[in-house]
Structure formats: C-alpha cells, structure tokens
C-alpha cells in the first residue's frame, strides 16, 4: 500500500532489514498500517511474521530501518521512549500470557493498577466494562485454570483493550480454537475495530479468519512482503505463491542428492 498519507496511517515501516548473526529474516520490508483499519499479516511459518510483531512493538532491534508508530521510531527510540508508546497499544498473545495466581478480574485490572492512580472502584468498574464487551462477565472470580481455550483469549484481549489503546495487536487469536469458538472471536475482534475505531494487527495463517476480519492483507514469504492489498485484490491475484498459500499447495522442494548425502554423513 502506498497511497496512504501519513495523516491516515496508524504505522509506517521503511526498508527494515533483520540479520540473526548471518541470517536475514527481514529482508528491506515497507509497509503502510492504515488508521482504524485491521490489517492482516499472513504467510508461512518461518515467513517472518512474528519477528516483524516483535519489532513494532519494540522487542526486537531491527539491523536497519525505520518504524514509526505514534510520533515515536520504534526502530531507534530509547527504552523509555518504547515503554512511553506502550502504554498506547494493547497486545493479545497467542498463548494469552494471563497469570495463573490471579483471577480474571484481577488480570484484567492489573495495567490499570500498574500504570494509573485511579480508584479501587474506578479499576473494577473498567475492568467489567472491558469484560462485559468480551461476553466474559461471569467469569470474572475464575482462576486462569479455570477457562476453555476460547474463554483464555477472550480474557486476554480485554486485558488487551482496558486501557483503550489506540493499537490492538493480536498474534494468531484462532490458533488452538475450534471452528465454531474461532468465528466468535473474529466477530469480537471486528467489533471492537467498529465499536472503539481500533487500528488493529493480526498475525494469522487461518485463512477463514483472515477473509473474514480484514480490511488490508499484506502477505510474506522468506522475510519480504510479496504483496499487499484488500482481501479481493490479494484472492484475485496471480503470484503463483499467494495461490499457493490460499490453496494449500505444498511447497516444491528441489534436492541435490550429492549435497543432500554430504549433509547426512558429516562430509565423510
């Protein structure tokens, strides 16, 4: 996408390159995140896109490049400025990432305790707003234990969304889920962007999901975006991989025997 202005783009992310050690995992991406928009980033495992998450949201320093989020280069910008921008963004982990001393109540109250000086009634007035939103109310006084796969992403997200972020990341919502649970949580996710104007990330490869909650799809193989676009452009396109991934074609692998031999005995 490059016809967004930076007046509508909620990110903006120029040439950023990733090396582990002699590895490149991201290979000079750009892309533009547009405002109160969810955008999708899909691909195959190994595909980069966890790693591009990690650097938005400022938990992995890129090689190169530029991330401007919030009036903030996440790419360059000091810890303190990372943590300031933060406090603007919820994060729904893939695996929830709730704690399991605490309640559910008690986790979604726990950004509130940790980054206001709001009341004691205040805070859990927030936290059942947030929870009532996520159809998880009466499950307030349950232990983390105590929730179903689909009931734990639900939790996390309003934990996600109590401070009203300006930015939702979420990292594989459906995974784990069954079909039935997963069709809600979308449904949730596209809400929330229409109820509170979210700009909103998902990392996914659930291809009923991502046709079904995004608005822009950018789409990565090897550590490059192949090609960005609405869900229509991206089904319509002609990239043998994008029909690849959409078809669910295995990937053609091409062995030389020889060196394929010298790699199974050492050389010997």
Do not use: W
């Amino acid at each position: 996408m490059t016809g967004n202005t930076q007046t509508d783009t909620a990110i903006t992310i120029r040439n950023l390159v990733v090396d582990y050690g002699p590895r490149r995992i991201l290979n000079d991406i750009n892309l533009d995140i547009p405002s109160g928009q969810i955008m999708v980033i899909m691909g195959q495992s190994g595909a980069g896109k966890s790693t591009l998450l990690r650097c938005i949201l400022g938990l992995k320093k890129p090689t190169s490049g530029s991330i401007h989020m919030l009036g903030t280069d996440i790419a360059t910008a000091s810890q303190k400025e990372i943590y300031k921008a933060r406090k603007q963004i919820g994060v729904a982990f893939q695996g929830g990432a709730l704690f399991s001393s605490m309640t559910v109540g008690e986790n979604i109250e726990l950004p509130l305790r940790e980054h206001t000086n709001l009341d004691e009634k205040t805070i859990q007035i927030m936290s059942r707003i947030k929870l009532d939103m996520v159809n998880m109310l009466d499950a307030e006084h349950l232990m983390v234990a105590e929730l179903s796969g689909g009931m734990a992403k639900r939790a996390a997200l309003a934990r996600a969304i109590i401070m009203d972020p300006k930015l939702l990341f979420f990292d594989e919502p459906s995974a784990g889920l069954d079909p039935s649970t997963a069709a809600e949580l979308d449904q949730l996710i596209i809400t929330l962007k229409i109820s509170l104007g979210m700009t909103i990330v998902v990392v996914t490869h659930e291809l009923d999901s991502i046709f079904k909650i995004a608005d822009h799809i950018a789409v990565m193989k090897d550590g490059n975006i192949v090609e960005t676009g609405t869900p229509q452009q991206i089904s319509a396109s002609t990239n043998p991989e994008i029909q690849g991934l959409l078809n669910r074609k295995p990937r053609e692998t091409i062995v030389d025997t020889d060196a394929h031999l010298r790699r199974l005995t050492g050389g010997f």
